[in-house]
């Protein structure tokens, strides 16, 4: 009931086009959704993120689409750029609990 | 205003050895968390530690363990190396731990064992 599962595992998008990431989870306690953006050799960065009592939240290219009730939520990326290219986390979390990760998502955007 | 930084960035032990890593934390942050990163098992959360006490704690063994001092800069320490633990150690600092508050992470100590 801890886990997030993440889908797809690769994406392989063209300059331009929308990348979408999906995230599923089972524990109705979590309040707060993070996507992070690792690039090799770093560590993940905080991309965006989301509470449950709002249903999409957009900063620039990147939005977070968030169904309560279907217990998911995703990421979009509008006009996605080879710069893009990266792996992306979604993770949940609850009162002072650990943040919880999905597997990952390898983006690469074509040029 | 810094971010997370860890040291050692890279290094290289033998099977048996034992290793301490270390991590400050964004000024201000009383947070501080740990995670082993591997291609096969994804994030997998350590420990947090709040104003220098453990508050939460994930399922690995007795071998991994940490402790925070009270400027909030935190250690971990990993006993017994075996070639398992070869893995980035990524550590993550938030201002109280509560959910809503953004983890920032520093960019890991590659741990590799020979």
């Known amino acids: 009931q801890q886990q997030v599962k993440q889908s797809p595992q690769s994406l392989i998008v063209q300059k331009g086009g929308i990348s979408i990431i999906n995230c599923a989870y089972e524990n109705t306690a979590f309040d707060y959704f993070p996507w992070y953006q690792q690039f090799p050799g770093k560590g993940p960065a905080l991309l965006i993120a989301i509470r449950p009592d709002v249903s999409e939240k957009k900063e620039g290219r990147f939005t977070i689409s968030f169904n309560k009730s279907a217990k998911q939520f995703s990421l979009h990326i509008m006009d996605s750029q080879p710069g893009d290219s990266a792996t992306y986390f979604c993770?949940?979390?609850?009162?002072?609990?650990?943040?919880?990760f999905g597997t990952g998502t390898r983006l690469l955007v074509s040029p | 205003k810094a971010g997370v930084t860890q040291t050692p960035r890279y290094l290289i032990k033998t099977r048996g050895q034992q290793v301490t890593l270390s991590c400050s934390p964004i000024?201000?942050?009383?947070?501080v968390s740990w995670y082993q990163q591997t291609p096969g098992q994804g994030l997998q959360f350590l420990f947090e530690y709040f104003s220098e006490t453990q508050r939460n704690k994930g399922n690995f063994p007795g071998r991994f363990s940490g402790r925070q001092f009270s400027n909030s800069r935190s250690e971990m320490n990993v006993s017994t190396l075996e070639l398992g633990d070869s893995a980035l150690y990524l550590c993550?600092?938030?201002?109280?731990?509560?959910?809503?508050?953004?983890?920032?992470f520093g960019d890991g100590t590659r741990l590799s064992i020979l």
């Open positions: 000024s201000g942050h009383r947070s």
């Open positions: 993770a949940a979390s609850w009162g002072f609990q650990k943040l919880v």
């Open positions: 993550a600092s938030r201002l109280t731990g509560e959910s809503n508050q953004p983890q920032h």
